[in-house]
């Protein structure tokens, strides 16, 4: 059964800085394409990074400098390392695992800006 667990979510203050972990079981994790997405109450899932299985990487203009995605194969795990956090960026995130039609979620693990 395949299996995406994020963990590292937690209150901060504006400014701080979180690295959350994304662990993948039973998939191939390499030739995945992964991804984190993000929700706030009220609003649309959104992504906010995604990592090609090359490496190649992308983020929308709202986290571009802040955060930065990555990977490590050999740990089936990736990773969000997020800096010059904004209550804005309060939300549920989710690690987002997809291949050839197959897409994986985890459950989400709280992010939250506050002071």
């Known amino acids: 059964q395949v299996q995406l667990v994020e963990s590292g979510g937690d209150l901060v203050q504006p400014g701080g800085s979180l690295r959350l972990s994304c662990s993948a079981s039973a998939i191939t994790f390499s030739i995945y394409a992964l991804g984190w997405y993000r929700q706030a109450p009220g609003k649309q899932r959104e992504l906010v990074a995604s990592?090609?299985?090359?490496?190649?990487?992308y983020y929308p203009d709202s986290v571009q400098g802040r955060f930065t995605i990555s990977r490590d194969n050999a740990k089936n795990t990736v990773y969000l390392q997020m800096n010059s956090l904004k209550p804005e960026d309060t939300a549920v995130y989710y690690c987002?695992?997809?291949?050839?039609?197959?897409?994986?979620w985890g459950q989400g693990t709280q992010v939250t800006v506050s002071s």
């Open positions: 987002n695992a997809h291949w050839s039609g197959n897409v994986y």
């Open positions: 990592i090609t299985s090359s490496g190649r990487s």
